[in-house]
Structure formats: C-alpha cells, structure tokens
C-alpha cells in the first residue's frame, strides 16, 4: 500500500536533519562522497572518466530545484488556473525523469543508482505513489516544501565539492579588437 504524503515528508525531513548532522560533524551525504571520490558502482560514466557526472550531478539539482522544476510548480500552487491535480502532474513531468536518471536502476545493465543518488529516486517514487492522498493545494505545498529543501542541500553540497579547480585547465581568452575583425571575416567566408 502506498504511504501518505506526511508519512513521505517525515521521512524527507528526517533525512534533512541526518544531513545537517553528519554535516555538523565534519561529515557530507555518503550518496555524494561517493559521487565526488569517482565511485560510481553502476559504470556511469564516458570514457572511463567520471567528471561528466558530477556536473551533471551538479548542474541538474538545480534544474530540479530552484532553476526549473520548483519555481514552476511554485507557481501553479497560487494561479488559481491550475488544479491541484494540475499541479501534481506538472511535477511528475519535471521531476520524475530526472531523478530516475539520478537514483534508478535497470535490471539489464544498471547494478546500482546510475548516479548514485538512491534516496533521491526513492523519495520521488514515493512522492509519486502518495499524490493520491494529496487533497488540498495546502498539504501539496506542505510536502513540496520538504522535498524541495531537500534537494536544495543536495544541489548547495554538490555545488560547494565540485572541482572548481578543473577551471584552471580552461584559462580566459582575451582577445584584441583585431581578432574579433578577423573572426567576423572568417565567419562572412563559411
């Protein structure tokens, strides 16, 4: 039997406190310490480098998040144009993809959370498996508010560990008013 929505955010919220924890203590989410060590039981990765998935990692937390999914379900939460079931098919559309890519495992060829975030497409199943007993944009928002505080820390913890340093490889390029000129042309004669 699927669980009630309380029941999914307590135990989204439970989490949250586990991460603060380990986090007071020195400590980050193992599912993330693994990602930023290389680990990556389920062979993701091109290559044989795991760089890729860190920013990938990195990077669509917050499309999940702040960037994409969550101000857009935010927002169907106010404009009363939008039902609640509107709003609940609005962030399957935006979120359920992602996080089976994130924590899902394919039987054939995946032994493990293909990016190793495991909780993450846990909570969105069991999100997914509660909407039914979502009644009220209220209690919608209620839950919504843990899930998104949740994969915020994720997306602030993955964004503060990326390797910024791989920047140093990319040095800027400066350029004069003259290679513009010369780019311009060459671009005219393509």
């Known amino acids: ?4 929505w309380r029941e999914v955010k307590d135990e989204i919220e439970a989490e949250i406190d586990r991460i603060y924890g380990k986090l007071m203590a020195g400590e980050v989410p193992e599912e993330l310490e693994r990602s930023h060590k290389g680990i990556f039981p389920s062979g993701a990765g091109v290559g044989g ?3 890729s998935n860190i920013f990938f990692i990195t990077g669509d937390l917050v499309n999940l998040g702040y960037w994409c999914a969550q101000p857009g379900v935010t927002a169907t939460l106010y404009d009363d144009s939008f039902t609640l079931e509107q709003s609940k098919k609005m962030w399957q559309y935006l979120s359920l993809h992602m996080c089976e890519l994130f924590g899902g495992k394919h039987k054939d060829y995946c032994p493990a959370p293909w990016l190793n975030l495991g909780t993450l497409w846990r909570f969105a199943k069991d999100m997914h498996a509660s909407l039914d007993t979502v009644k009220s944009k209220e209690e919608w ?3 919504l508010w843990s899930w998104y505080n949740y994969v915020g820390l ?14 140093d ?5 400066f ?4 290679d513009v000129k010369r780019l311009g042309e060459l671009s005219k004669n393509a």
């Open 1 to 4: 039997m699927a669980k009630n």
């Open 49 to 51: 480098q795991w760089f």
């Open 141 to 143: 928002w209620s839950l």
């Open 154 to 167: 994720l997306q602030g913890l993955s964004h503060m560990m990326f390797p910024w340093s791989v920047g």
């Open 169 to 173: 490889l990319l040095p800027y390029k």
């Open 175 to 178: 350029v004069t008013p003259e």
